[in-house]
């Protein structure tokens, strides 16, 4: 079971890793080459906080 400060844990440090990889990516100028990019890489982000979030509230049995 997972409490609920594991979850805010979980979701502060995707959180965490988002920014991280976002920031990398600003400093690479990727945006500015490609503008697709950020729009994989802010879904990316959605989709993988959305299962995790979906991972924590139905555990597998």
């Excluded at 997972?2 to 844990?9: A, E, I, T």
């Excluded at 993988?48 to 049995?61: K, L, V, Y």
């Amino acid at each position: 079971m997972f409490s609920s400060f594991n979850v805010l844990f979980a979701v502060f440090a995707i959180l965490a890793l988002n920014l991280t990889v976002f920031a990398l990516a600003v400093q690479m100028d990727l945006l500015t080459i490609d503008s697709n990019l950020a729009k994989v890489i802010s879904w990316a982000c959605a989709v993988g906080m959305w299962h995790m979030a979906w991972r924590f509230r139905h555990p597998r049995h």
